[in-house]
């Protein structure tokens, strides 16, 4: 099957139900006025070619679908109107097969289907449709020329690359140069390609009325490139999806129906071309505003300036990410504050002036934001007191800025909150009720409303 068969039945089914649908939504009436030749006409929904040099080439496995718009003069009310196509090999005008689509609403394509049965490999068919009013029927339409072709290109194609062999690491920092070739291949038309093994399907959409809305797929230039000349090559310039590691380029040739060869890849591997994260001091402190210089590598500076940075924090409060435009030597300083209560990282990648995006370089830091806890009377993992003993328990910061602390006694019992005094610290005082095991969980709040990561504290009244 063709690679836009599958996808244009698909499409072709949602344009005829919106037809059935717009005809049972529209009270009909008894045909009347004068037929006129069609228009909008199209063959496997593509383009009707009224130029017999130059057919539209079409897979034909499933038979082939002609449409057009009846056309209509001096009708009244909501007729449903016919359509009548013939088509015949351009050797043998008398071998004429007729096809027939009735009861269309006025406005819509009217598609039929000639059998695959009458369509032979390789010849070139002209087809023509009429409307059909009751017993009055249209002047014909310029016949359409299409040639039939369900054979794939029988070779793969071939790729090479001048600037990145497959045979060990290369520098990365500038574009792929990548040559397609047809194999040997005389009716390839282009290539298709793409850095995923699954590459798109060709399809074409179906508009209003049921009119396709056929595309060039060689316009996309992120997955298509026609060859030069018929069977010839392509060459292609492109940026890989990742910085470094191994690269695989997917690859198959299209002939003029669109059908596809086996698909054939391009391996080779990519050094890495990661900036470098410095920040201004060597461990910044939570919470507070610190530089951060991002600087190329040197190899990918030298073959395109780097223009930017895009940097994503994770594990930070209110992570997102950024763009950082460079300087003329390709560096950048930003600043941030990272308060992230475990810690955080920063992920960074550089793109070159060239479209070059490098791997990202990883920078980062881990933080205890736990308060620290103690007590005389009821010491941390001991066994002391006892019931109805006062004890008193000391929360102290291990950041800067925390003014309150909130604690609960076992899990399950309410919290409770207390502010800092002027040292950021603060005590509490408590009676245990009975013996037993006991679980204190205390966690701070800074001035900002982070609130940061819990302590337990657990010790046994005797």
Same mark, same amino acid.
């Given at each position: ?19 059935? @649908? ?315 504050? @990272? ?124």
């Amino acid at each position: 099957m063709s690679l836009g068969a599958r996808a244009r039945a698909v499409l072709a089914s949602l344009g005829t139900l919106g037809l059935a @649908l717009s005809a049972a939504a529209s009270p009909a009436s008894a045909a009347d006025g004068t037929p006129t030749t069609p228009t909008q006409l199209f063959n496997g929904y593509r383009h009707c070619s009224t130029d017999a040099s130059r057919p539209s080439y079409q897979w034909t496995g499933e038979g082939l679908v002609v449409e057009g718009i009846p056309g209509i003069t001096g009708s009244t009310g909501n007729p449903l109107v016919g359509m009548r196509y013939q088509a015949w090999p351009v050797t043998d005008p008398t071998r004429i097969t007729t096809v027939t689509r009735d009861r269309v609403p006025l406005g819509f394509e009217a598609p039929a289907t000639l059998p695959a049965g009458v369509l032979a490999e390789g010849q070139t068919y002209a087809w023509q449709a009429q409307t059909v009013v009751g017993s009055a029927v249209s002047d014909w339409s310029t016949p359409c020329y299409v040639t039939v072709d369900r054979t794939r290109p029988a070779d793969a194609p071939t790729i090479t690359s001048p600037n990145y062999p497959p045979d060990g690491w290369n520098k990365g920092g500038e574009p792929v140069a990548f040559t397609l070739s047809a194999g040997g291949v005389d009716d390839v038309e282009g290539f298709e390609f793409s850095w995923q093994q699954d590459l798109p399907v060709i399809g074409t959409s179906i508009g209003d009325h049921g009119i396709p809305q056929p595309v060039d797929p060689y316009a996309d230039t992120k997955y298509f490139k026609r060859a030069d000349t018929l069977g010839g090559s392509a060459t292609l310039s492109l940026v890989p999806p990742n910085g470094s590691g191994p690269m695989t380029l997917w690859v198959r040739s299209l002939d003029r129906a669109h059908n596809g060869s086996a698909i054939t890849s391009y391996t080779f591997l990519v050094s890495s071309t990661a900036p470098t994260v410095t920040p201004a001091v060597p461990k910044p402190e939570f919470g507070e505003p610190t530089g951060f210089t991002f600087r190329p590598d040197p190899e990918l500076q030298a073959k395109s300036p780097v223009v930017s940075y895009s940097v994503r924090t994770t594990g930070v409060q209110n992570d997102r990410p950024f763009e950082v435009a460079a300087g003329a030597d390709g560096t950048a300083t930003v600043d941030l504050a @990272l308060d992230g209560i475990y810690g955080g990282n920063l992920q960074v990648t550089s793109r070159s002036a060239n479209g070059w995006v490098s791997d990202a370089a990883w920078w980062s830091i881990s933080y205890d934001t736990t308060p620290t806890v103690a007590s005389d009377a009821y010491p941390e993992n001991g066994s002391s007191g006892g019931a109805g003993v006062p004890g008193t328990f000391t929360f102290a910061p291990k950041v800067k800025d925390v003014v309150s602390y909130t604690y609960t006694f076992n899990n399950g019992d309410p919290e409770v909150t207390v502010p800092a005094d002027a040292d950021h610290s603060a005590s509490v005082d408590w009676t245990p009720a009975s013996d037993g095991w006991y679980d204190l969980t205390v966690y701070a709040t800074t001035r900002s409303g982070v609130q940061l990561a819990p302590y337990d504290y657990f010790f046994t009244v005797n």
